[in-house]
């Protein structure tokens, strides 16, 4: 391996151009990425619904403080506001669950809680009672119920379970899961968060995008470029052993790919990206790894038909008294699936706009609607719910991840029976161990990759940094090897 190696990074989201940026800083200057569509961010797709800036994609910089590289590159770019920047503020631990659930919600957010932290510990003393999240909570819930609420009135008691019901929809959401039932107990632990109150950008999530792309040379990336196949391991030897095969036919050598497409993408066209096909333990562990969805549905209304200082509106079904986190009859009910609305604010800078945060199967059957069909059902939601006929959207505007040929979901969850493995799987190279006789040829990065930022934008961008890292390790043990 040398600085002059060929590298080929596929895929042109966080991930991809932190390795980029990387590796071009470390000496090495033959890089190019070869992406699937026409813009570069993936995951991370700014929109607007009028000329109002939303995000299709990832919000927050979550637990921005001085570890989280999302935040220092915010800084660096001066893409935050002033509080953002308050040195408080990244003090702050919410240990990433309790502020989305309103206090009205308090007794049923204070065992859901309880039950969350204790759903972590597993991980690290193993002998979990049972295989998911969903179904620890359930068995729990029960106990706890007749125990702590014995004094309260059966009518008082059902409202609570259904409050429970509509937070475990909320968590179904920040997991990106169709239920609970599919989260692993095993590894829910394995998921760590940083300190800091989660902040967002401004002028959108893209302008960190557009920083960091300023800095790269003009023509690194190829656009329209999709990857058919990664032909590795070839017996022959040769000067750049990989063969990039892109859907047109274009064959491109390279000495190093870092692979940085989807949990979801790898889930469906491993057979067809790799040649040869990928190890036995690492295919097992992209199949029990979980990668589901979870869509937002902005709203935008003439004027607010909320309070000012709402924050959050959450809906509570009341025939939902037994801890569900699906609906029974996806077609008919999808919306009920859908576990309130946050207010974008502040109000100056977003209007009347309401977000509405919705997972799972029923997420999935809402993409395959037309817009004019779930502008109906959001409307007759608030209408039944407010008890006011009259209120109407102005506009809304919907993600369909799933439906997204080059992500097909959202992002990835520790699925029943995983554990800290299967991650560190995910981000093995091939062949596993690089050496001068037979350097790495594929590497994985990707926000699926990183062993406990999982589903953030600071896990993918760590998981870009790393791959670079062990290309230019294997480089500097070169220098200090005579060449044989
Ligand atoms: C965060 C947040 N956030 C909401 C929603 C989504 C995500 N995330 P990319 O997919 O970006 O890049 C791959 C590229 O490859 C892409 O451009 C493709 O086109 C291309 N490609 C594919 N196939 C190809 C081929 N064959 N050839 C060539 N190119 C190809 N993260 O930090 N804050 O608020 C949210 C949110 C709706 C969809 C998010 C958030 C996740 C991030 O967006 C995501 O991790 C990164 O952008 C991924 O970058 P990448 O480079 O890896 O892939 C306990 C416990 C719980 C654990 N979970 C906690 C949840 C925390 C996450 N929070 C999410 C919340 C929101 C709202």
């Given at each position: 391996m040398n600085v002059n190696a060929r590298i080929v990074i596929i895929g042109c989201g966080i991930s991809g151009i932190s390795a980029a940026h990387r590796l071009l800083n470390s000496g090495f200057h033959d890089v190019r990425i070869l992406e699937?569509?026409?813009?570069?961010g993936g995951r991370i797709k700014t929109s607007s619904l009028g000329n109002i800036i939303v995000e299709l994609g990832a919000n927050w910089i979550h637990?921005?403080?001085?570890?989280n590289p999302v935040f220092c590159l915010a800084r660096k770019y001066r893409l935050l506001d002033p509080e953002a920047l308050n040195p408080e503020n990244q003090t702050?631990?919410?240990?990433?669950?309790?502020?989305?659930?309103?206090?009205?919600l308090y007794a049923a957010r204070e065992m859901l809680a309880e039950l969350l932290d204790e759903c972590s510990v597993f991980q690290s003393e193993?002998?979990?009672?049972?295989?998911?999240v969903g179904e620890f909570i359930r068995s729990e819930v029960q106990q706890r119920v007749a125990e702590?609420?014995?004094?309260?009135?059966a009518a008082a008691r059902s409202l609570r379970m259904c409050m429970m019901s509509t937070v475990l929809k909320r968590e179904c959401c920040y997991n990106g899961?169709?239920?609970?039932?599919?989260?692993?107990l095993g590894a829910f632990g394995l998921y760590k968060t940083l300190p800091g109150l989660d902040c967002t950008f401004?002028?959108?999530?893209?302008g960190l995008i557009k920083s960091l792309m300023s800095e790269l040379p003009s023509g690194l990336v190829t656009y329209n470029q999709p990857v058919h196949c990664v032909h590795w391991n070839s017996s022959e030897k040769r000067e750049n052993p990989v063969v990039v095969e892109c859907a047109d036919g274009e064959r491109i050598t390279a000495d190093h790919v870092i692979v940085t497409v989807s949990l979801g993408y790898l889930k469906k066209h491993h057979s067809t990206l790799f040649h040869p096909p990928l190890p036995l333990h690492k295919l097992h562990s992209i199949q029990r790894l979980g990668f589901g969805t979870n869509n937002k549905i902005f709203v935008e209304f003439d004027?607010?038909?909320?309070?000012?200082?709402?924050d959050i509106i959450c809906l509570l079904w009341e025939?939902?008294?037994?801890?569900?986190?699906?609906?029974?009859?996806v077609p008919r009910?999808?919306?009920?699936?859908?576990?309130g609305f946050s207010v974008l604010k502040p109000t100056e800078r977003y209007g009347h706009v309401l977000c509405g945060w919705i997972a799972g199967h029923e997420s999935e059957y809402m993409e395959t609607l037309s817009e004019q069909e779930v502008s109906h059902a959001i409307t007759q939601l608030i209408r039944r719910f407010t008890?006011?006929?009259?209120i109407t959207p102005r506009r809304i505007l919907r993600s369909q991840w799933f439906h997204d040929p080059w992500t097909l979901g959202s992002y990835s969850y520790p699925g029943k029976?995983?554990?800290v493995q299967d991650l560190e799987n995910m981000m093995e190279?091939?062949?596993t161990k690089g050496s001068?006789?037979?350097?790495?040829?594929v590497l994985f990065a990707g926000e699926?990759?990183?062993?406990?930022?999982?589903?953030t934008v600071h896990g993918a961008v760590l998981t870009g940094w790393r791959e670079a890292d062990r290309l230019q390790r294997a480089t500097q043990i070169d220098r200090i090897q005579p060449p044989s």
């Open positions: 699937a569509t026409t813009r570069s637990g921005p403080c001085e570890e702050v631990d919410i240990g990433g669950h309790l502020p989305w659930i309103p206090s009205d193993g002998g979990e009672p049972c295989t998911s702590k609420w014995k004094a309260t009135d899961t169709h239920s609970l039932d599919e989260v692993g401004p002028g959108g999530y893209e004027s607010a038909w909320w309070d000012p200082d709402c025939d939902e008294d037994t801890l569900v986190d699906q609906v029974p009859d009910s999808w919306i009920k699936k859908l576990f008890g006011n006929p009259t029976g995983c554990s190279p091939l062949p001068q006789s037979q350097p790495f040829q699926a990759t990183h062993p406990s930022y999982y589903s």
